[in-house]
Nanobody, 113 residues
Framework: VQLQASGGGSVQPGGSLRLSCTAS??????IGWYRQAPGKQRELVAR???????NYADSVKGRFTISRDIRKNTMYLQMNSLKPEDTAVYYC??????????WGKGTQVTVSS
C-alpha cells in the first residue's frame, strides 16, 4: 500500500493545519501519524488502533484530532493551537492486517512567528 501525505506548510503559533494522507488501498486497520523534528527521533503523534481506539501523545491531547474516511481511503490529522514545538516532518502510517507497516514520505509542518 502506498501512502501520500499532504497539507503541511508554515503557520503562526495558535494557527491550524489539516494533514491528509491518501492510501492506494483500504485503511481499515491501524492508522497513525508520527513526526520527526530535527535531531530527534520519530515519535507517535496519534493513532487509531485496529479496535478503533484513538490514542494521542500527551503533548497534542486536546489540540490534535485523528480521523479517517474509509470511502476515500484517506486519514486526516487536524491540528489546532499549533506551537513552535510542533514543528517537524509528519508521516502517516498504516499497519495492515498482515502486519506490514507502510509509511508516507512525510510533509513538513513549520510553526513560527
Amino acid at each position: 500500500v502506498q501512502l501520500q501525505a499532504s497539507g503541511g506548510g508554515s503557520v503562526q503559533p495558535g494557527g491550524s493545519l489539516r494533514l491528509s494522507c491518501t492510501a492506494s488501498g483500504n485503511i481499515l486497520n491501524s492508522i497513525g501519524w508520527y513526526r520527526q523534528a530535527p535531531g530527534k527521533q520519530r515519535e507517535l503523534v496519534a493513532r487509531i488502533t485496529a479496535d478503533r481506539t484513538a490514542n494521542y501523545a500527551d503533548s497534542v491531547k486536546g489540540r490534535f484530532t485523528i480521523s479517517r474516511d474509509i470511502r476515500k481511503n484517506t486519514m486526516y490529522l487536524q491540528m489546532n493551537s499549533l506551537k513552535p514545538e510542533d514543528t517537524a516532518v509528519y508521516y502517516c502510517n498504516l499497519v495492515q492486517r498482515n502486519g506490514i507497516s507502510n509509511w508516507g514520505k512525510g510533509t513538513q509542518v513549520t510553526v513560527s512567528s
